[in-house]
C-alpha cells in the first residue's frame, strides 16, 4: 500500500514538472524574442535619427538661414542680454564695473587665452564663444556672487559656470604666469628701487613681502589647520610686491594656521633671494659698500642680509627706558611707510576681485588656482593702465574681516649674523639724511 501510494504521487509529479519545465522554456522565448524586437526598434530609431541629423547638415549646408538644434536649457532669453546688451550697449564704465576691466583688456585677455578656451561646435550644441567664457568667470571673480544667479544672466547651466571659472583660471595660470608672475630683470630690480625711494623713501629695496588670507567654507579634511590667528577659515598665501604695486611672486593653497616663516623657507624665493638672484651680478653701491638688493617684510619674518624687518619694541625695554634708539625708530618708521605698498597691493586685489575678500565657496582643489589667477589679472590691468575705483575699496574695507596679524617672530638661530650689519647701514642712511 505505501508503496502504491508513492507510485501514485511520483506518477503526479512527474507531469507536473514537465509542464513546469515547457512553460519556462516558452516564457524564456517569449522574453528573448521581446528583446530582440526591442533592438531591433532601438537601431531603427538610431539610424532614422543619424539620417534625419544629416539631412539637416546637408540643408545646412545648402541654405545658411538652417541652424543646429541646440540643446533646450541653452536656449534661454537672456542669452540675448549677452549678444545685444554686453557686446553692443555697454558703456566703458559699465566694462569697469562688470568686469572690472575695459574693453580692451577683456578682449586681449580672450586673444590670450583662446589656445586654451576654444572649444568646436558639434552636431548637437554650439559652444560658448571664448568671450562668453570669459564674462562669465570674471563676473564670477569680480562678484563672487552664486553660480544660480550667473547662470540666469548668461543663460547657461550652473555646471557651465562653474566650468568656464575653473578653466579660465587655470588657462590664466598656464598661459600668463610667465607674462606677468615671473622674476624680475636687472632693469626691473632697477627701476622698483628707483620707485620705492621716490614714492617711498626706503632706498635700495625692490619688493616688499606680505601675507593674504582668503576666507574659505569647512573643508571635509583636517579643518582646524586651515583656523587663522583671526580664528576663521583661510587659505594663506605669501606674495612679494614691486614698486609699482605689481606681484612678482606668489605662494597659494597653505592652510590659515601655517607658519608664515615656514612657507617663506620652502618657496622658491628664499632661494632665489639667498643666492642673490633679486639683485645684478655686480651688487649696486650702497652707503659706499657695495651691497645686493634687499626686500621688506613683516615682523613675523626672520630678518636676513636681504630680507629687512622692524626691530621689535620690546626690544632692551628697561623700566622707564626707551626700548628703542632714536636711529632704531626712524628705521622702522620708514620701513613701516615703505609696507604701505604690499598693503595697498593687496586691498586693491580683494577689491577688484572680490572672491577673495569674501566666502570663497569653491573647493580647495579650486581656491589656490583661483588666487594665482586674480594675482595675474591684478598685473594684467595695473600693466594695461585700467581704473581702480575707489568704491570698490570702500566697500571691501567696510565688508571684509580685517586680515589676521601674525605673531612677531624675535630673534632665532634663522637670522643671518650679516643681516644686523645690513640694517645697521639703513639705520645710518637714514640719520644722515635727517641731520
Not at 513546469?20 to 522554456?25: A, E, G, N, P
Amino acid at each position: 500500500m505505501e508503496e502504491e501510494g508513492r507510485l501514485r504521487s511520483l506518477m503526479f509529479l512527474i507531469p507536473y514538472l514537465l509542464l513546469k519545465r515547457r512553460r519556462d522554456i516558452n516564457d524564456l522565448n517569449i522574453q528573448r524574442r521581446n528583446e530582440i524586437q526591442r533592438r531591433i526598434r532601438h537601431r531603427q530609431y538610431f539610424f532614422q535619427r543619424q539620417r534625419r541629423m544629416m539631412m539637416m547638415m546637408l540643408a545646412g549646408g545648402i541654405r545658411s538661414n538652417v541652424h543646429i538644434r541646440t540643446r533646450p536649457w541653452t536656449t534661454t532669453a537672456s542669452t540675448d542680454w549677452w549678444e545685444r546688451v554686453v557686446m553692443t550697449e555697454f558703456e566703458p564704465s559699465d566694462w569697469l564695473d562688470k568686469f572690472r576691466m575695459s574693453r580692451q583688456t577683456f578682449f586681449y585677455l580672450c586673444e590670450k587665452l583662446k589656445p586654451r578656451l576654444a572649444r568646436q561646435d558639434t552636431s548637437f550644441r554650439l559652444a560658448l564663444p571664448v568671450e562668453k567664457r570669459v564674462a562669465v568667470a570674471l563676473w564670477r571673480l569680480a562678484s563672487n556672487i552664486e553660480y544660480r544667479t550667473i547662470s540666469t544672466l548668461f543663460g547657461v547651466g550652473k555646471s557651465t559656470v562653474c566650468r568656464c571659472v575653473r578653466d579660465m583660471c587655470h588657462a590664466i595660470v598656464a598661459l600668463l604666469s610667465s607674462l606677468y608672475l615671473r622674476p624680475p630683470c636687472e632693469q626691473e630690480l632697477e627701476d622698483s628701487a628707483k620707485l620705492f625711494l621716490s614714492n617711498w623713501g626706503f632706498p635700495h629695496c625692490v619688493a616688499a613681502i606680505s601675507t593674504l588670507h582668503t576666507a574659505i567654507i569647512t573643508p571635509s579634511n583636517n579643518a582646524s589647520d586651515y583656523a587663522n590667528p583671526a580664528g576663521w577659515l583661510s587659505v594663506m598665501s605669501q606674495v612679494a610686491v614691486n614698486g609699482r604695486g605689481q606681484f612678482w611672486d606668489v605662494c597659494a593653497s597653505f592652510p590659515g594656521g601655517t607658519d608664515p616663516t615656514d612657507i617663506l623657507q620652502n618657496s622658491s624665493l628664499w632661494a632665489t633671494a639667498a643666492e642673490g638672484g633679486l639683485s645684478p651680478a655686480t651688487p649696486p653701491i650702497f652707503m659706499g659698500k657695495p651691497l645686493r638688493y634687499v626686500l621688506l617684510g613683516e615682523p613675523c619674518y626672520p630678518i636676513q642680509n636681504w630680507l629687512m624687518k622692524a626691530y621689535p619694541e620690546e626690544r632692551g625695554r628697561r623700566a622707564n627706558q626707551t626700548a628703542l634708539t632714536q636711529q632704531q625708530q626712524l628705521f622702522n618708521q620708514q620701513l613701516t611707510t615703505a609696507m604701505h605698498v604690499p598693503e595697498e597691493a593687496l586691498l586693491r586685489l580683494r577689491a577688484r576681485w572680490q572672491c577673495l575678500s569674501q566666502r570663497n565657496d569653491c573647493g580647495l582643489d579650486v581656491v589656490p588656482t583661483m588666487i594665482l589667477a586674480c594675482c595675474i589679472l591684478h598685473n594684467v590691468c595695473e600693466s594695461h593702465g585700467d581704473p581702480f575705483k575707489a568704491e570698490w575699496q570702500e566697500e571691501v574695507v567696510s565688508a571684509e574681516s580685517p586680515q589676521p596679524s601674525h605673531k612677531h617672530l624675535l630673534s632665532t638661530s634663522m637670522d643671518d649674523s650679516i643681516a644686523e650689519e645690513v640694517r645697521k647701514l639703513f639705520c645710518d642712511y637714514f640719520e644722515q639724511l635727517n641731520t
